[in-house]
């Protein structure tokens, strides 16, 4: 599981720690937030999902070269398989004289 992914889970978590219920005893409850630890967890989802834009921004950096090699190596053979389309020759004998068929003069 990715870093993100794991912030994004941990999100509701760190709310639900975050809060705090207490029984009045008297058939209501009350319900408190502590606003520290908030801020805390916030703090927390917000350097995970930096780190996780710093190595996606990273990869994509990387991948520049591999992706130019790549395209390099394609135009090269393209250029090979154009180079022997251009070489080859084809002679058709059309002398169709004593009913023979056409044939590859080669």
């Known amino acids: ?32 937030l502590d606003e ?24 994509i950096e990387n991948a520049g070269p591999e992706l130019r090699q790549s395209a390099e190596d394609i135009q090269e053979r393209a250029g090979r398989v154009a180079n022997r389309i251009d070489n080859v020759d084809v002679d058709v004998d059309l002398n169709t004289a004593n009913e023979k068929p056409a044939t590859n003069a080669n």
């Open 1 to 32: 599981m990715n870093r993100s992914t794991t912030a994004a889970l941990l999100a509701p978590l760190l709310l639900l720690a975050a809060c705090e219920v207490t029984d009045n005893n008297n058939g209501s409850s009350t319900i408190s």
């Open 36 to 59: 520290n630890r908030i801020e805390q967890g916030t703090d927390i989802i917000a350097n995970e999902a930096a780190e996780v834009g710093d190595q996606a921004a990273n990869a």
